[in-house]
């Protein structure tokens, strides 16, 4: 075989691995992009979770309050007779 035809054939093959290797990295970078924006979209779901549930508790509270104070209004408008009047 030529000497030309043997180094066209390692150059070829030197071509392909950087191209593999390019290749590999290209994906594992691709790869950590995907994991940060996943880690990312997780933490963000995490967050509003644990908002939504602070924020139901809030609205409980806020229900019984309101609730306490529909019966002592009631109560005080019977005992006054502010209705008959």
């Known amino acids: 075989m ?4 043997m ?3 390692s150059s070829i093959a030197d071509h ?4 593999a290797n390019l290749g590999e ?6 790869n950590e992009r995907m994991m940060r924006q996943t880690k990312l979209l997780k933490d963000t779901l995490d967050l509003l979770w644990n908002k939504t549930l602070e924020q139901q508790e809030v ?3 806020l229900k019984q309050q309101n609730d306490y104070l529909e019966d002592y209004i ?3 408008m019977k005992s006054s007779n502010v209705l008959e009047k």
């Open 2 to 5: 030529p000497k030309e035809n």
């Open 7 to 9: 180094d066209t054939k």
């Open 16 to 19: 392909s691995s950087i191209e």
């Open 25 to 30: 990295r290209e994906i594992k970078t691709k």
């Open 59 to 61: 609205c409980e509270q």
């Open 74 to 76: 009631g109560n005080l």
